[in-house]
Antibody, heavy 118, light 107 residues
Framework: QVTLKESGPVLVKPTETLTLTCTVSGFSLSNARMGVSWIRQPPGKALEWLAHIFSNDEKSYSTSLKSRLTISKDTSKSQVVLTMTNMDPVDTATYYC??????????WGQGTMVTVSS | EIVMTQSPATLSVSPGERATLSCRASQSVSSNLAWYQQKPGQAPRLLIYGASTRATGIPARFSGSGSGTEFTLTISSLQSEDFAVYYCQQYNNWPGTFGQGTKLEIK
């Protein structure tokens, strides 16, 4: 069974750096044509893709957030890590990781709600 | 960046009736289009990919069509569990942009 699970802080202060971890099981981060994306959703709003990383270590970032995001993976630990610097209250959202299999996001994690507040 | 526009924003339909949701891309995405269903408090679930292929375990009442810039998701006979928000997403060019969603509500 393929699963993804997000973990990280529930609350961060403005200007702090957010670090989120996606732990996957049921597949390997080294599988060809597979990758993991991070996607977020502010309360009551639409989905926003943030970044992805593929098995060959190819990475891509949201144009508007590129300067603040870093994505990496540890294949041996089955983890994908996203860091977002200089957090702001507008970054309050549920953050999801999802598997990319040949294009679409076929399996999603349950999401983790992050609130940015002093 | 490709902009995805969904219509309508809200669709009110009675159980048992057909629902038709639309998605338009600002430029061609070929058939690299997916539909997701999201229920309150849950993560999105992949319904359709490749514009018309149902994902594993998705009932046959869900169907997708279209290519290029115009796409449609049809739910042939609405069940109570189908009332949710639906998003389209293109994956022809990264970033893989989402539409703003269509809320399907009970009439």
């Amino acid at each position: 069974q393929v699963t993804l699970k997000e973990s990280g802080p529930v609350l961060v202060k403005p200007t702090e750096t957010l670090t989120l971890t996606c732990t996957v099981s049921g597949f390997s981060l080294s599988n060809a044509r597979m990758g993991v994306s991070w996607i977020r959703q502010p309360p009551g709003k639409a989905l926003e893709w943030l970044a992805h990383i593929f098995s060959n270590d190819e990475k891509s970032y949201s144009t508007s957030l590129k300067s603040r995001l870093t994505i990496s993976k540890d294949t041996s630990k089955s983890q994908v890590v996203l860091t977002m610097t200089n957090m702001d209250p507008v970054d309050t959202a549920t953050y999801y990781c999802a598997r990319i299999r040949g294009g679409p996001f076929d399996i999603w994690g349950q999401g983790t709600m992050v609130t940015v507040s002093s | 960046e490709i902009v995805m526009t969904q219509s309508p924003a809200t669709l009110s339909v009675s159980p048992g009736e057909r629902a038709t949701l639309s998605c338009r891309a600002s430029q061609s995405v070929s058939s690299n289009l997916a539909w997701y269903q999201q229920k309150p408090g849950q993560a999105p679930r992949l319904l359709i990919y490749g514009a018309s292929t149902r994902a594993t375990g998705i009932p046959a009442r869900f169907s997708g069509s279209g290519s290029g810039t115009e796409f449609t998701l049809t739910i042939s006979s609405l069940q109570s569990e189908d009332f949710a928000v639906y998003y389209c997403q293109q994956y022809n060019n990264w970033p893989g942009t989402f539409g703003q969603g269509t809320k399907l509500e009970i009439k």
